[in-house]
Nanobody, 126 residues
């Protein structure tokens, strides 16, 4: 059984930083591309960032480029999202998701992701 669990959310002032972590189990982690999505109240769940399973190729939503960094540790089955220069519009529930196995290209389409965590709340105050 696959489990995906996010941690690290919280309340931060605008301009601050947070680091989200995601731990996955029950799958061959290096075979899965991993993504972060977010959902603000009353809005669709949107793509934030993704990273391939073995090469570490990354992709980002335009509005977070230069501020957020996704990384992974295949030895620990974890993926992280370092968020700097946070803005109030970054406020959302952040979800970690796994896409695979063995997909060669990164996807920003949430329907391509097979396994999801429960989400962690990030609130950025102005």
């Amino acid at each position: 059984q696959v489990h995906v669990l996010e941690s690290g959310g919280g309340l931060v002032q605008a301009g601050g930083s947070l680091r989200l972590s995601c731990a996955a189990s029950g799958l061959t982690f290096r075979w899965y591309n991993m993504g972060w999505f977010r959902q603000a109240p009353g809005k669709e769940r949107d793509f934030v960032a993704a990273i391939t399973g073995s090469t570490g190729t990354t992709a980002y939503k335009d509005s977070v480029k230069g501020r957020f960094t996704i990384s992974r540790d295949n030895a620990k089955n974890t993926v992280n999202l370092q968020m700097n220069s946070l803005k109030p519009e970054d406020t959302a529930v952040y979800y970690c998701a796994a896409d695979g196995p063995r997909r060669w290209e990164l996807s920003s389409d949430k329907s391509d992701y097979d396994y999801w965590g429960q989400g962690t709340q990030v609130t950025v105050s102005s």
